[in-house]
């Protein structure tokens, strides 16, 4: 392609990409954490029915 800097540019860039990935990480990764415990929550209610919960909440007893 074209050769304007070359091993320089992408180390710079590839630099400038990780730091930002770094802060963006930092900053927004426990809400991240949080948004995706929250849809395995909502995916796994979806995924038993109702009989098979109240088997469960049979054995507890």
């Known amino acids: 392609m ?6 320089i540019a992408f ?3 590839a630099s ?7 802060v ?3 900053f927004f990764g426990k ?7 929250f849809l395995i929550g909502v995916v796994d209610r979806r995924g038993g029915s109702d009989e098979d919960r109240l088997k469960f ?5």
């Open 24 to 26: 963006l990480g930092a």
């Open 2 to 7: 074209f050769k304007h800097g070359g091993p």
């Open 16 to 22: 400038v990409g990780g730091f930002g990935g770094f």
């Open 57 to 61: 909440e049979l054995l507890l007893q």
């Open 11 to 13: 180390a710079v860039g």
């Open 31 to 37: 809400y991240l954490l949080h948004l995706v415990s």
